[in-house]
């Protein structure tokens, strides 16, 4: 609706001091908008490229170097008892935290006991390359935390920036309505033109498990109708 009015504003400029004010707050917001939603839309990608990445390098741990230093451990266990325990590792950590303490648990126990558990079958490589494993685990963890607390802070502040285009809108109603009063099919258009059409959409909870993210659309219920009303902005 923003840019809409905006460009109603520049095909229809007015000489009035205070509607050039409000049309210049308004491209001010449209722009600021626009950046805002460039920056919302780059943390719910990083999110998404996160959580994807955190799935592959999960089952790629489980399936190799996890299942490799189990089976290296209860092998070990017959000499060394406490061994059998250390690698006894439970694939059904309920969150990748949960998941990324236990994997790194068994990394650190192999690294210490890495002699003793050699001469049990423990090829080095794969422990090198489990250590590896781990560290872009870690990195894909905190892309996804830092994505998300992008996508959030950039989503409320484009909450914040649609409430001021909405009011610039209904500033620019009265004045664009006493212009128009005679001119049906300009005054129709300008009606259009500051319409807010849109679906609100709640900001659900994150977690560190799922990657679920707020909505893009900036929409709150203060800015955009029930579902399937249209409204004008004044």
């Not at 939603?37 to 190799?64: N, P």
């Not at 489990?130 to 560290?135: K, P, T």
């Not at 959409?201 to 399937?228: F, H, K, L």
């Amino acid at each position: 609706m923003g840019s809409r009015a905006l460009e109603f504003s520049r095909a229809h400029p007015d000489t009035d001091p205070g509607y050039q004010a409000a049309a210049a707050r308004l491209e001010q917001l449209v722009a600021r908008a626009t950046t805002i939603a460039a920056a919302q839309r780059v943390g719910l990608i990083d999110t998404r490229a996160a959580s994807a990445r955190k799935q592959e390098l999960r089952r790629q741990m489980l399936s190799e170097p996890i299942a490799h230093l189990a089976q290296v451990g209860r092998a070990a266990a017959r000499d060394e008892h406490e061994l059998g325990k250390t690698f006894a590792f439970k694939p059904s950590a309920s969150t990748y935290l949960a998941f990324r303490t236990a994997a790194r648990g068994m990394a650190d126990a192999a690294q210490t006991h890495k002699e003793v558990l050699i001469k049990h079958g423990l090829a080095e490589s794969v422990l090198t390359e489990f250590v590896a494993l781990l560290d872009e685990f870690d990195a894909a963890l905190k892309l996804g935390i830092d994505g998300r607390t992008a996508h959030t802070g950039a989503t409320q502040e484009l909450y914040a920036v649609a409430g001021e285009i909405v009011r610039t809108a209904r500033v620019m109603d009265g004045r664009n309505r006493q212009r128009f009063r005679d001119d049906a099919q300009l005054l129709a258009s300008w009606t259009n033109a500051s319409r807010v059409l849109g679906t609100p959409r709640p900001v659900p909870p994150t977690t560190p498990e799922d990657g679920v993210t707020p909505a893009q659309d900036g929409s709150t219920p203060d800015t955009a109708p029930p579902a399937g009303e249209v409204r004008p902005a004044a």
